[in-house]
């Protein structure tokens, strides 16, 4: 064995329980350069959304931007109608280093020096699991936000506060994850929008229930079609089944169960259209 392997195993015994142990880096300074509150509605200023509404649509916003020692920026965007972090440079505030598959080959070669040291790291976690209940944050959270409470003012203390606790609490996770859906039907509306453009207008290349009604489509197409849509190119992968052939939801599903046919889903359709409505004055 080479010197080179005896120094990644000794120095994989250090490095293996300082990793498990994770402690919060407060090596890490940070000065808050510009605070800044944006008004409801259009601005310049879409603070890094990679899912942004549209300008005129966005909330009310508090932007903190500031360095680090070393001269890099950072900055918290924070939604201040729902108290939540949109965006913050989380991985350089908390000086996080990502170490990918090499962090594997240090647990392996530092399985004894985490085995010597367990008793230390079961005792640190147990207290950082105190600290998170009575802070409301975990530890990595609670460092950035003692080092930022002090460089704000007075007025935004409390809503930053939340802003950090609701990281925290699950609250951030469902306001993206709503955001987000938000985004993605907006997006695949006009992604549909776009495929179907010239659709409306020629009966000839619609959809398949828009060709059968005219005349320009027989019954066995609505198998191709389908299949067409299993197949479709990577542009048209948000376009549901439903949408591709030209029926709603419930049609779909009453087709693909075959509880109907396409003839009996038109004939419904036309059923649900008065022919000769009459008026009562």
Known sequence: M???????????????PMMALDPPNWGVKFTVTKMERLPRGMTQSHWGWGYSPEPEKLP???????VFKDGGRWNIAIDLEEKVIVHADWSNLTGDTYMGSAAIGVALFGLPGLIVTSPILLAAHGAYGIGRLATGMDRHTWTVWSKLKGQLMSEDVDVVHQAFLNHCNGVETAYVERMQAAYDAKRRAEKMAQLFENWKDDYTDGPFMTRFEHGCAEVDEVMKDYQDWLHRCSHDQNVKAYEWLGMSESEFISWYSQEKTVLQLLEERHAQVPTNPTHQG
């Open 60 to 66: 009310e916003r508090f932007i903190i931007n500031g």
């Open 2 to 16: 080479g010197f080179e392997a005896v120094g990644i195993i000794l120095g994989s015994q250090v490095m293996a």
